[in-house]
């Protein structure tokens, strides 16, 4: 019973650093969600990419993100659920859907969407503790992100989403 202190001190320091952001990351308050992320790495890997996932959509006059109103004015009580859905979107629909010959581009692709998967993660255990809750105007705001994708074939529309991914990183960045 003598080294349990220093083993009970041992172990909360182990989890408070545990807890600490990694250099880079920011903690993003999403409704009474906190996460830990680094937009930059994201952003890097994207700006990385992005000519060449761009020039690959055919269809410059619509967009999927920022159709009027799509993430603009989201409430802060329904910032989590959003995020929460948007990250699942890209997880299970667009990164999927988004290979090209280049595998650098692939590289690239991979590591983002291991990123948001991580997230998704996180937000998922909010989401379960009821601390992620879906207001109707988040619902109705994600069914149109899912309306605007589901009007073009699976490739373009993986391609337009993965290219618009400067338009979330923007809004969590503002919303943060």
Not at 29 to 55: D, L, P, W, Y
Not at 61 to 82: F, G, T
Request: with cysteine.
């Amino acid at each position: 019973m003598r080294g349990s202190p220093l083993s009970l001190c041992l172990l909360s320091m182990s989890c408070w650093v545990n807890l600490m952001p990694t250099a880079g990351d920011k903690i993003f308050h999403f409704g009474t969600c906190r996460v830990s992320m680094s937009v930059a790495e994201i952003r890097a890997g994207f700006t990385a990419i992005k000519a060449n996932i761009q020039s690959r959509d055919p269809i410059r006059s619509l967009s999927i993100l920022s159709h009027p109103h799509s993430l603009h004015k989201v409430k802060s009580s329904d910032r989590c659920c959003i995020t929460h859905h948007l990250f699942s979107f890209y997880v299970d629909k667009v990164f999927k859907h988004c290979r090209t010959e280049d595998s650098f581009v692939n590289r690239k692709i991979s590591s983002i969407a291991n990123s948001f998967l991580s997230l998704r993660r996180r937000l998922g255990q909010c989401h379960e503790q009821n601390n992620c809750v879906c207001g109707e105007e988040s619902t109705e705001k994600f069914k149109q992100i899912l309306a605007n994708y589901e009007g073009l074939n699976v490739t373009s529309a993986a391609m337009k989403s993965l290219g618009e991914l400067d338009i979330l990183l923007d809004w969590m960045e503002k919303s943060h």
